[in-house]
């Protein structure tokens, strides 16, 4: 347009019109349309009554055009007034994107607004043609060298247009192989260890390391001049870097030249500047020492400790700077830490954004820094881990500005991002033996925004139907005290499931709990509460049970103590990733109950942040219990079971552990073939012999020295097994499966490694896991049977006494939690890895209102 204009310009001033001067008696605009006539008039630089000639003209012209508001512009000359015909620059009504995903529509839109190209903007075809060479760069910068980036202009009437940016995003060039040259210490290996970006490899379609982009490379090389300058490479060098491309822009090539220099040792530490504080207090903060290799990374950690020690003392803005002075000739250096304190600060004020349903009391009776007081690091950051720790928040984040106008004040603002509190939960499920499983809840665990926890709940299957309770409010008194209660009814009828012992109780009671808090993590609760539990028999009952009632009757009061202890130190109250947990359980039978009982419990949680998303966790739990005064021993229905989601994925809920002598008879058992089949007497042909009063089902002894039946609908006579006195042997049949019930020692532990859930940016309401299982319930009582019409049965069959590592079961898998809007949803598959005999296992579980 441009060069049309010049051309214009130069056919007025040869044109005889205009060739003489003459001055403006009027100035007409004609074209305007969207442009108003006083913008016009603003910028020209001529006005009726000034005298022009060609060459001013010509100016006037390149001025107005300079606006960029024209597309054209004319001059004519009617007389002594002065024409101006003007083409206005059209107006965008659309904008389209076709083709891109790796930059998002959104971001993709604010970049061309803030570029100038937007629907309602002018167009101008050298801003379209200089964004597209732009974001054909930005596409390299990511290593996408085949991106090709067309542009389409619709011209529409009423002078505007419509814009389509067509992209091809192409393919992202993959490292073909990356050389590093220079380096003798360290190994290709070593050094290749410490990129993010990699060669090819079997994990690179999961992890995308192979996919180029300069910002990486640029990352990874700060991370190679750290690796040096940690080991004392103080001279370390990045000489040159050199990317090529392969012909067919699928391939990159890196090659990165050092200069590693010499290692260089601490030869003395001093330090500089302000010290506010006793130097000694600085001086236990050195993680590096006189002697020792040169490590930039213990450097910083010795600044950042002692920025910590000072922020703690109310220095907010302290800066403190590691300087090495290195010795060439000595190959040694001098490390001194300026310390530069500033003034001691004071909180102004504490500002709490976000909890749109939170009370505002609830947040900031949490809080550990006090408006007023000087600010310390610890305090404000221990706040945010209170707040975390509740488990209301999705996030917790605390900024500390300064007050404008003031070098000694500042607010603390924390800005919270709620989570549902409250859920629904509903748990549905089917299991062998057990039928449908029915149940629902409601809980808050941020009971109308009190910090307040309420739950109701009832469950209802083929075994368990549940009715429950509870409220806990954590601050009672100010001084956090605080006071719960829970009211229970319950009724277990074990008959229909196959993985416990058969046995009917119905139970009710509640209890009330108070918490003192000992420290800012540690807790000591008591509770005081009354239980009354009455058994029934039911119809196949194990032995076990059936000498408990016999001794203890089947209706019992109990009055019962707890305590309780817990370390909290979990950087969050939901999914953490950091810090440990440790809880500890006393409850206790109190004398004048019918039952006189203690159960002692530990359970811990370790988590161990490794890198971003990933991290570690380890959890034990151990219960010991027994009975004491007139109880000789832990009652079956209090015993610890084992298995299922929360404790040994991969076996059934519950199933784990000693299992009860089920009923039985006796009956004679048949001798057995090499094959493990039934010997039947023969005939002098060979033939097995018929007999009407044969039986019609014929036992053998199995490898637990049970009966195991085997058909004989054609009645051959069986030959039983004799022993020395000639008497036929005999052995138990039971009426059913052995069955779970458990034991007064629990073990069991896991490990788990906490990843990111892949294609999926918002991983604060998913955890995804490996994990390894192992645990059991184990007792020291088993029941010794003393039928004397079983010689063989003078021990428990599926009872072993005392704590066996061979018994601990074992299990691996992966598992899935999702925090929906009606409670949480598990999903897990697991493996078993040494599952016995009568043990009854799980591939995938799926629960809803629990998290592991």
């Not at 008039?41 to 001529?46: A, G, T």
């Not at 060459?55 to 004519?76: H, K, M, P, W």
């Amino acid at each position: 347009m441009r060069s049309l204009f010049l051309t214009l310009v130069l056919g007025l001033v040869s044109s005889a019109a205009l060739a003489d001067s003459f001055v403006i008696e009027d100035i007409r605009l004609e074209g305007l349309q969207r442009v108003s006539a006083g913008t016009v008039f603003e910028r020209l630089p001529v006005a009726v009554g000034d005298a022009v000639d060609s060459e001013r003209l010509a100016s006037v012209s390149s001025r107005l055009f300079a606006t960029g508001l024209f597309n054209d512009i004319q001059l004519y000359r009617d007389g002594n007034v002065l024409i101006f015909q003007l083409v206005e620059l059209p107006t965008i009504t659309s904008l389209e994107l076709d083709g891109n995903s790796a930059i998002p529509d959104d971001v993709l839109l604010d970049n061309l607004k803030t570029a100038g190209l937007s629907e309602g903007m002018v167009f101008k075809r050298s801003t379209l043609e200089r964004i597209a060479l732009e974001l054909e760069r930005q596409y390299v910068i990511q290593g996408r060298y085949d991106a090709k980036i067309t542009t389409e202009v619709e011209p529409l009437p009423r002078n505007r247009v419509g814009l389509t940016i067509k992209v091809d995003e192409g393919n992202v060039a993959k490292i073909a192989h990356i050389n590093i040259v220079g380096n003798q210490a360290f190994s290709d290996d070593e050094l290749l260890g410490q990129l993010t970006l990699q060669e090819s490899n079997f994990w690179s379609w999961y992890a995308g390391d192979n996919k180029y982009s300069r910002e990486k490379l640029t990352a990874d090389l700060e991370s190679l001049r750290s690796w040096y300058y940690d080991r004392g490479y103080l001279r370390f060098n990045i000489e040159a870097t050199q990317v090529s491309l392969a012909p067919e822009k699928d391939g990159v090539y890196i090659t990165i030249s050092v200069s590693e220099g010499e290692v260089y040792t601490i030869r003395d530490i001093k330090l500089a500047g302000n010290l506010v504080l006793d130097e000694d207090k600085f001086t236990k903060l050195y993680k590096i020492e006189s002697g020792e290799t040169f490590s930039r990374r213990k450097v910083i950690a010795s600044s950042e400790a002692m920025i910590r020690l000072l922020g703690n003392d109310g220095y907010t803005f302290a800066k403190v700077d590691g300087n090495p002075t290195p010795d060439d000739d000595s190959l040694e250096v001098d490390v001194t830490f300026f310390v530069e304190p500033g003034r001691r600060t004071y909180v102004r004020s504490i500002n709490i954004t976000g909890n749109e349903t939170t009370e505002d009391e609830v947040l900031r009776r949490e809080m550990v820094q006090m408006e007023g007081g000087w600010a310390s690091t610890d305090k404000i950051e221990a706040g945010k881990n209170r707040l975390n720790q509740l488990g209301f928040f999705k996030s917790v984040t605390v900024d500390t500005p300064s007050v404008p106008g003031e070098d000694d004040l500042i607010d603390v603002n924390y800005n919270v991002e709620e989570q549902l509190n409250g859920s629904l939960n509903f748990n549905i499920g089917y299991a062998g033996g057990s039928g449908m499983i029915l149940g629902a809840s409601v809980s808050q665990n941020n009971f109308l925004g009190t910090g307040n926890r309420m739950s109701m709940s009832v469950q209802k299957n083929n075994t368990v139907q549940s009715y429950n309770f509870s409220f806990y409010d954590p601050y009672y008194t100010i001084h956090g005290v605080s006071r719960g209660f829970n009211l229970f009814y319950r009724e277990t009828d074990y008959e229909s499931l196959s993985t416990v012992s058969d046995y009917q109780t119905n139970a009710k009671g509640g209890n009330v709990t108070f918490g003192y808090p000992i420290s800012r993590q540690q807790r000591l609760s008591a509770s005081v509460g009354y239980t009354n539990t009455r058994m029934f028999e039911g119809s196949t009952v194990p032995a076990e049970i059936l000498e408990f009632l016999d001794e203890n009757g089947d209706d019992f009061d109990e009055y019962t103590l707890g305590l309780n202890w817990r370390f909290n130190g979990l950087n969050r109250g939901m999914f953490p990733t950091d810090g440990m947990e440790h809880k500890l359980s006393l409850d206790i039978g109190v004398p004048g109950s019918d039952l006189t009982t203690y159960k002692i419990g530990y359970t811990a949680n370790y988590y161990f942040p490794i890198v971003g998303d990933w991290s570690f966790r380890i959890r034990t739990e151990l219960g010991y219990g027994n009975g004491y005064g007139k109880t000789e021993r832990l009652p079956f229905f209090k015993n610890y079971r084992s298995g299922g989601l929360g404790s040994i994925r991969g076996y059934s809920s519950n199933s784990l552990g000693p299992k009860g002598l089920p009923e039985y008879t006796v009956v004679p058992v048949a001798e057995t073939d090499s094959n493990g089949d039934v010997v039947y007497e023969t005939d002098d042909l060979g033939r097995p012999v018929y007999d009407s009063d044969a039986p019609t089902v014929v036992y053998t002894t199995d490898e637990d020295g049970a009966a195991e039946s085997h058909s004989n609908s054609s009645q051959y006579k069986p030959v039983y097994k004799t022993g020395t006195d000639g008497s036929v042997e005999t052995a138990p049949a039971y009426y059913e499966s052995p069955a779970s019930l458990g034991g007064n020692m629990l073990a069991e532990t896991s490990f788990e490694l906490i990843f990111p859930f892949p294609f999926v940016e918002d991983r604060s309401q998913l955890r995804s896991v490996a994990f390894f299982d192992a645990g059991n319930a184990f007792t020291d009582y088993c029941y010794t049977p003393n039928d004397a019409d079983v010689p063989n049965l003078t021990s428990h069959p599926y009872c072993d006494t005392g704590f066996n590592l061979s018994d601990m079961r074992l299990s691996t898998g992966i598992g899935v939690t999702w925090i929906t809007a009606i409670g949480p949803l598990t999903f897990v598959y697991s493996i078993p890895l040494n599952d016995q005999r009568n043990d009854d296992t799980e591939g995938f579980e799926f629960s809803l209102g629990q998290v592991f």
